[in-house]
């Protein structure tokens, strides 16, 4: 595509379910990197891919986050058993160049969690 | 690894009248510095960024930004401002050595009035 995909672009849940977050970077992209957005905070990053593997995967803030990619292309962001601090708009970014930060942001998946 | 204050968290001016968006930053090793844009309801995009060379980058709408690395500082300008330029900006910075890994500042919402 033209751009970062991601989907669902809103997701309402109740504490306790899970939620799955896709994102489809732009073709031909190898780096894939997963951000998370607060209110009234900064960016806060979670994983990040080459290819299909996970160099850095130091920001999950714990064991009930998980992301996989698949095909060195899409990739899904699974949160288990949603707790209310995990709302937040969740965004995914993608690089063509490995070292120079110039990433393609999605416009992110919105997360309520009551 | 590294960290990024930006000083101020909302920036109102008048149209047309000049802006400095001020940024920081602290890393152990030599980095790469970008300036990234989110206009309301769209993802992040890119404004400008200094890899290596001439410390005074610009943007195609009039933006510059200057690498101190003597004050560890990467304040975003323009001389004269559009209420087109309302937006939340977001300094970030990578280390050269590592992948593409992005730490972003808390952001800094410019609000330009008529």
């Known amino acids: 595509g033209a751009g970062v995909s991601q989907s669902p672009s809103n997701k309402v849940t109740e504490k306790g379910k899970d939620v799955e977050l896709r994102c489809d970077p732009i073709?031909?992209?190898?780096?894939l990197y997963w951000y998370r957005q607060s209110l009234g905070q900064g960016l806060e990053f979670l994983i990040y891919?080459?290819?299909?593997?996970?160099?850095?995967k130091s920001g999950l803030p714990s064991d009930r986050f998980s992301a996989e990619r698949t095909g060195g292309s899409v990739s899904t962001l699974t949160i288990q058993r949603t707790q209310q601090e995990d709302s937040a708009v969740y965004l995914c970014?993608?690089?063509?160049?490995?070292?120079?930060?110039?990433?393609?942001f999605g416009e992110g998946s919105r997360l309520t969690v009551l | 690894a590294q960290s990024v204050t930006q000083l101020d968290s909302q920036v109102p001016v008048f149209e047309e009248a000049p802006v400095e968006l001020r940024c920081n930053y602290s890393?152990?090793?030599?980095?790469?510095l970008f300036w990234y844009v989110q206009y309301p309801n769209q993802g992040l995009q890119l404004l400008l960024k200094?890899?290596?060379?001439?410390?005074l980058v610009e943007s195609i709408n009039g933006f510059e930004a200057e690498f101190n690395k003597s004050q560890t500082s990467f304040h975003l300008r323009k001389p004269s401002v559009h209420i087109s330029d309302t937006a939340e900006y977001f300094c970030?910075?990578?280390?050269?050595?590592?992948?593409?890994?992005?730490?972003f500042g808390e952001g800094t919402q410019l609000t330009v009035n008529p």
């Open positions: 970014a993608s690089s063509l160049a490995v070292n120079t930060g110039e990433l393609f």
């Open positions: 073709s031909g992209h190898t780096a």
């Open positions: 891919f080459q290819g299909n593997s996970a160099p850095d």
């Open positions: 890393s152990s090793v030599s980095v790469y």
């Open positions: 200094y890899l290596s060379g001439s410390t």
């Open positions: 970030a910075v990578s280390a050269r050595t590592s992948g593409s890994r992005l730490t």
